[in-house]
């Protein structure tokens, strides 16, 4: 763990992860950078004219970036490098090329995006990224503290596996963290079963022998219920989702697994992409 990015709005969720990110990188040795992607306001009224100015905008955006750092480095309990950055942009994009030149192990966000409309259809700035950001996300639940990762539960639904599974970078973070890998599935009276399950059960298996992974198989009729529940019994620290992309009608009638489990659950979640 070298370099984590944060993106913060100012908000009580985002500086919860920084401090959550500010621990992570104390525990297993890195650095992390405070980003702050902002844009124009938009005037409301007749007259259309700019409410500030872009200096003054990249100037309070510092100010409140340097006001986080200092707070940060109050509630940590040792010194590690805290770099900021802001600038005027769209946050999904300026994330994007900010990870394409800095290369970050990891970006750490809270979630935001309350109400029920945004979830349904839009989804938070936060989703957006973990559907699309070609980086490991990491996604702090509001009120979520640090604890060192010692096990780390991978929601499988055993389809395509080996063209959709990150395997190597699911491999380095379990061996980064020195943790203990669960490969879960949830199903219900065998809904979800058909015989290429059965191939690609073995196909996982075979990819991270080298790791040695419990499996698991969990009854329940909700996805959500039953990975949280399994996780409260295992005690997971951390679970692993592979966010597939889904377009808005199919937000609207089908909402995914992994953005439902994101608004339902107290632990961090990791999102990784192939």
Known sequence: MKKIIVPVDFSANAANAAEFAGNLAIFYGGEILLYNAYQMPVPVGEISYPLYDVPE????????LDMLKTDLEGKLRSKITINTKAEMVLLSDGLADLCDSEKPDLVVIGLSGKNA?????VGSNTIYIAHHLKYPV?????????????QIGFACDYKQIEESLPVQL?????????????????????????????????????????????????????VTEGLNRFAKEKGLDWIVVIPKKHTI???????????????????????LHN
């Open 170 to 222: 699911l491999k380095k973070v379990i061996t980064d963290f020195n943790a203990q890998l669960y490969v879960v599935n949830v199903d219900f009276k065998d809904e979800n079963f058909t015989p290429e399950m059965v191939h690609e059960n073995f196909a996982i298996r075979d990819l991270f022998e080298d790791i040695y992974p419990k499996f698991e198989s969990i009854e329940s009729e909700n």
């Open 57 to 64: 905008m990249q100037q309070a955006a510092e100010h409140e």
């Open 249 to 271: 009608l199919q937000k609207i009638f089908n909402r995914s697994h992994s953005t439902d489990f994101l608004f339902h659950t107290h632990l961090p979640v990791l999102c």
């Open 138 to 150: 990491l996604v702090i639940p509001p009120k979520a503290s640090f604890t060192p990762v010692r």
């Open 117 to 121: 409309l945004t979830k349904l259809i």
